[in-house]
């Protein structure tokens, strides 16, 4: 079956057969029949939300497409911060909702994962449809309902709305910037962690597990990595087989209507550096590239501690379901690749590959192993690990991801 097929059977089993789909249209130059489908579609009065280098990119020739088409176009260039960066914060957030009129029938997200989770949640509120143009290929949540958000310096996801369609250019995901498109494959390189802690909530805390979703989260994972030089290459071929990846996890997600198989413990470390980062008003790291990162960390901890627990320590409320599963999770958690061959993927492909080429210290690293796990209610190997750990010992995991 193909992912169409598969996702249709996902949504009878979830009973979410109400849900409807976004239309998906991955082409070269498909950005100039976005003017003709909202024409058929009856949308005369849209907003562009862009930054400055996605107006760069593409929304300057959207807009003017739009326009020549009869559409009444509106551009809202969200604010940066003194970093040249824009935040999904309350100002920004309030910035669209201010900014964006009320004959509005479309707001057009024009940008990649941060420009979207702004878009989804204003759109939502206002009760307005969004449309998404990504202009990198560089993050999964382009077609999920869950928008990440920094409200009062804290890292929360809202459940809002999925797009109504997606038109991903791939003559404008090749020409993006090569740290986008690697920052893309580091979020796919988070499903190793992810769909293991998945797993790990359903054996030890027995949360809502499906295995056709995390069957298709994992082909997606497995087409990127056959086709890690066509990607690094920034062929068309490979950029295509990297958004289609990143587009249908977002679609696994909006069928379930949460995160679980592309957001475990590796997410809860990449959503902790970056709050500590914004509170020292620090310049962000692009959301892949930090998930690329920790997902060799979650790795190298998860290995380390598979050969040092002691089951005669386990937590009370997990310690029957453990012992339980406690052989399959040793299994899964040997089958997950090396730290080192991740290390040496995400090198091919221009990202970073340790904490130090993201300027992240030891001390923030050890602070958010010891830490992240509280981001969200959620169990994880990594909560599973600080719960065993004694608190009056300093915790000594992960030293072989800070070298």
Known sequence: MNFNEEIQLLMKEWEM?????????????????????????????????????????????????????????????????????????????VQLLIETEQNTDLIIAVGSGTIHDIVRFAGFKMNIPFLSVPTAASVDGFTSKGAPLILKGVKQTIQTASPIAVFADLKVLTEAPPELTAAGFGDILGKYTSLLDWKISDWVAEEPYNERAASLTKQSLEQCMENVDKIARHDEAGVEVLIRALIESGIVMLVLDFSRPASGGEHHLSHYWEMDMLDKNLKQHLHGAKVGVTTTIIIDVYKQFANQWQLNELDPKYKQN??????????????????????????????????????????????????????????????????????????????????
């Open 17 to 93: 057969e109400n849900i409807v789909l976004p239309e998906i249209f991955v082409e070269k130059n498909i950005m100039e029949q976005i003017p003709a489908y909202l024409t058929k579609n009856d949308f005369k009065n849209v907003v562009l939300a862009v930054d400055d280098n996605t107006w760069q990119a593409t929304g300057d020739r959207l807009a003017t497409l739009l326009t020549d088409g009869g559409i009444e176009v509106k551009v809202v260039r969200l604010h940066e911060t003194e970093h040249q960066q824009v935040i999904a914060d309350e100002k920004t957030l």
């Open 322 to 403: 453990i012992e339980k599963h406690w052989s399959k999770i040793v299994e899964e958690i040997n089958n997950l690749p090396s730290p080192e061959i991740l290390q040496e993927t995400l090198r091919k492909l221009g990202g970073p590959d340790t904490p130090q080429a993201l300027r992240i210290t030891k001390e923030l690293v050890q602070e958010s192993l010891n830490n992240a796990q509280h981001l969200r209610d959620r169990c994880t190997g990594l909560l599973l690990i600080n719960l065993h750990k004694k608190d009056d010992i300093p915790y000594p995991i992960g030293e072989l991801s800070l070298k």
